[in-house]
């Protein structure tokens, strides 16, 4: 057997519309299935649970759940979903809620607990609520709890936070990142927001009208010049980096990635050793051919030039950290007017000027 | 008062009680099905189901009188027990009042499973819950007060039926004669101190089921919150 894969290949038409979505997604950690509202997204989501049915092949982690001959009604399937709205059963508590999908004893060694899950989402005050007295966010982290607690295999999520303001979503991201970290579940995300891709994912599957244009690592995409994640307005990298050493004096904190290393504000509680991710703007990014002189600017790394997207009046560049420019890719968003002063080209050796790289608060492992 | 009315209320509340049950049981999956087909040949069923809230009791009375009768398929079934017609008995009334209430216990259920829409047992399957663990643990519960106001109006309407029971019940006491008929007859018999007790009996049963409707569905407004 191969590692473990999710393998989607699925084919057909929705209302005039054609899908034609085949990708392959790791068997452990979160892949952000990104496109534009109406890519069809949530219906290659839906073909997964087996709620819509497309022609095509779905695999997940060596169980075929699809194929020419097989179709698994979806309460054969053990997938959780959460939905863009929380869809709680109003009849129920929310204690009632989260067990409906716990069925007869749950084995000492499920992979997901009762009181863990209840831990993890802060829900020990609402057990015994009334879904119609909960706040949106409250609603919204019991459905990822009940989710979780039918033992799935594979977790869907369709735009969970969508459906909420900035103040709740930013509520309930620390709890997603945190279950991210203590649970070894695959998870497809379905979005259409960058920043949650950013915070969250490490996989990729970029859509398009009805269409997988890209599939694969995060930062892979984000920097490859072919993608128009490159030339999107608010164009950033995320960087999986390690702390190698901490400045308690400054409050700074030193990451290495491939090809250079980093100077961040630490937050509190940072550790050496740890895996944090940082993420780079385009916007944030300057060149300059020489080594600059004194600066304030914490972060200036040696790179390559690897490829160039012209826009009107600006140029991304995608930049290869190091000397040889075979590290980490970065990209930076300058002037048109600027890139031709400075005649720059793909292949130069610059100077890479970051004013700010943010550190995302979890810890990643 | 006497032993008479006393067998005809005690007749009517039988009669609507079984009929209530018997609507329940076959109204329930009717109304499922109505309420999910996307067939166009489902608004024809729903539609033959409403048939009774428009036609004259005495049109759908003399369908079923003929229907019931000895050479109508309800005389086939009596012959099962060696009677002749399903007509003036009382097995015969409860098939005409489930024929005449039918609309009225099916709709409502079918509304609240129609409004309950699709998500709820698509979350249950993503649960892993079997199509009849669904269908039990969250479409019922979340229709019940569909069910409570089908079977409010489903019994309510089947009481106050006379038409149709005129038609193929006739007027036999303790077998056929039910409260609305039996005010015609006090009243044909100018015994109207009788008449005016069942009538004002009649009154107040039918004030508080209509209260008792309103309250449910004020209840259900207050969930869907």
């Not at chain 1, 929705?14 to 534009?36: D, I, K, M, Y």
């Not at chain 1, 709620?51 to 179709?71: A, P, Y």
């Not at chain 1, 491939?258 to 550790?271: E, Q, S, Y």
């Not at chain 2, 032993?3 to 005809?8: K, L, N, P, S, V």
Request: glycine share 10%; hydrophobic share 50%; net charge neutral.
């Amino acid at each position: 057997m191969t590692a473990p894969t999710i393998e989607v290949a699925l084919a057909g038409r929705r209302g005039g519309f054609a899908l034609e979505a085949s990708f392959t997604a790791p068997g452990q950690g979160v892949t952000a299935v990104f496109g534009p509202s109406g890519c069809g997204k949530t219906t290659v989501l839906r073909c997964i649970a087996g709620l819509e049915r497309l022609e095509g092949t779905c695999r997940v982690t060596g169980e075929t759940w699809q194929d020419e001959t097989t179709f698994r009604p979806p309460h054969r399937r053990p997938v959780g979903y959460v939905f863009q709205e929380a869809s709680l059963f109003a009849h129920l508590s929310v204690e009632g809620n989260l067990l409906y999908g716990v069925r007869g004893r749950v084995p000492a060694d499920a992979a997901v607990r009762f009181d863990d899950v209840v831990e993890l989402l802060g829900l020990s005050p609402l057990l015994m609520r009334a879904p119609h007295n909960l706040s949106g966010g409250e609603r919204q982290r019991v459905a990822i709890g009940r989710a979780l607690l039918s033992q799935p295999r594979l977790l869907l999520m369709d735009e969970p936070l969508s459906a909420l303001d900035r103040a709740t979503k930013d509520e309930i991201l620390p709890f997603l990142e945190r279950l991210h970290l203590s649970l070894s579940l695959p998870v497809l995300y379905v979005t259409h927001d960058m920043r949650e891709v950013e915070r969250l994912a490490d996989h990729l599957v970029l859509m398009r009208a009805g269409r997988v244009i890209a599939a694969g690592p995060l930062a892979a995409l984000q920097s490859d010049p072919a993608l128009p994640l490159v030339t999107a307005r608010d164009a950033a990298v995320g960087l999986d980096a390690v702390v190698t050493h901490l400045d308690p004096a400054y409050g700074l904190a030193t990451l290495a990635v491939d090809g250079g290393v980093f100077i961040v504000p630490a937050g509190a509680g940072t550790m050496v050793g740890e895996r944090r991710r940082l993420r780079i703007a385009a916007g944030d990014v300057s060149l300059a051919r020489e080594p600059p002189g004194p600066s304030t600017i914490l972060n200036v790394l040696e790179a390559r030039i690897r490829a160039v997207e012209a826009g009107d009046n600006e140029v991304t560049a995608v930049l290869g950290l190091g000397h040889d420019g075979a590290g980490a890719r970065i990209l930076a968003r300058i002037t048109r007017r600027s890139f031709e002063r400075l005649e720059l080209s793909e292949g130069m050796a610059v100077h890479a000027q970051i004013k700010s790289v943010a550190l995302a608060p979890g810890v990643r492992r | 008062m006497s032993e008479e009315i006393w067998t005809a209320v005690r007749l009517t509340l039988q009669l609507a009680a079984v009929t209530t049950l018997v609507l329940l049981v076959i109204g329930t999956p009717l109304a499922w099905w109505l309420a999910r087909s996307r067939r166009w040949w489902a608004e024809v069923v729903a539609a033959i189901v409403a048939l009774p809230i428009v036609l004259p009791p005495t049109v759908l009375g003399f369908y079923l009188l003929v229907a019931l009768g000895p050479s109508g398929p309800g005389g086939l079934v009596a012959g099962l027990w060696g009677a002749r017609t399903l007509a003036f008995t009382f097995e015969g009334l409860v098939i005409g009042s489930v024929v005449y209430s039918m609309p009225f216990v099916v709709q409502p259920i079918r509304n609240a499973f129609a409004a309950m829409g699709e998500r709820p047992l698509e979350v249950a399957a993503t649960l892993r819950a079997s199509p009849a663990r669904a269908f039990w643990t969250v479409a019922v519960p979340l229709a019940r007060p569909g069910f409570l106001t089908g079977a409010v109006l489903g019994f309510a309407h089947t009481v106050g039926e006379f038409g149709v029971v005129l038609m193929i019940g006739g007027n036999i006491p303790g077998e056929t004669k039910v409260l609305s008929v039996a005010i015609y007859d006090y009243v044909e018999a100018l015994q109207w101190r009788e008449a005016n007790m069942l009538a004002a009996g009649m009154v107040a049963f039918a004030f508080l089921v209509i209260l008792a409707v309103t309250l449910i569905d004020r209840r259900v407004g207050r969930m869907r919150e």
